[in-house]
């Protein structure tokens, strides 16, 4: 995946399934390794120690990810759809690569680094669609 | 709902479900009429008469609707979470008047009108989020 437009993207929209079949969605800031996204998550200024993306993600580990600009000018408009399969990364090394790459991209990142676990989609299908 | 961050908001992300099961992703512009959110589609520049994301509002109807904001200052972060249950309207008053809203907010569709179906989503929650 070397889209430019992707790798710039700042934010990104996580969609997961809910228990009951729902579609759920949260923004998230990412970071491209190959063809793996990561995305981290902070857990300690929740009152629990669970996170509904989390939980969705280790239950049904399909997910979509959404990269899209809005313009006015609606000739300008784009996105990319990537689809991938979702794994949980509670510890271990590619934890800690995540975690640096998510830092080099933000440097929120690099002053209270994210200490919860590190999603990572491995992409299987990438869309991009632009107006013009 | 009478929440200005997301009456103002000029795109969201609508979040679907494939026949498969995954969770299907597209920006959409929209207008809100009281608890209900309206969104059009152009079928013409399209090869076929259908479209993937009404299509999957037609089968499951449980659709989420995500409005965020992201800003490099993340403390100033947001984003407003809608559930809701979608109705295709095909032709008929209601997708007349959500044109009309539609025409009223953007410029862009007074000037090409979209010619597809209208999804409406009445919404059923609404959840807010802010790093402040």
Redo the contacts between chains.
């Keep these: 995946m070397h889209e430019p437009r992707l790798t710039a993207a700042?934010?990104a929209?996580l969609?997961?399934?809910d228990p009951?079949?729902?579609?759920?969605?949260?923004?998230i800031v990412f970071a491209l390794d190959g063809d793996t996204l990561y995305s981290a998550v902070n857990l300690k200024p929740k009152r629990s120690r669970t996170l509904r993306r989390i939980e969705n993600a280790r239950a049904?580990p399909?997910?979509?990810?959404?990269v899209?600009h809005?313009d006015?000018d609606?000739e300008r408009?784009w996105?990319i759809?990537l689809?991938g399969r979702a794994r949980v990364l509670d510890d271990g090394k590619e934890r800690e690569r995540a975690l640096a790459l998510l830092a080099a991209k933000y440097p929120?990142y690099r002053e209270v680094p994210p200490d919860g676990p590190v999603l990572a989609v491995d992409v299987t299908q990438v869309r991009t669609w632009s107006a013009t």
Excluded: C, F, I, N
């Design positions: 700042r934010v929209r969609a997961t399934t009951d079949g729902r579609p759920h969605l949260v923004p049904r399909d997910v979509t990810v959404l899209d809005y006015e609606w408009l996105w759809r689809r929120q």
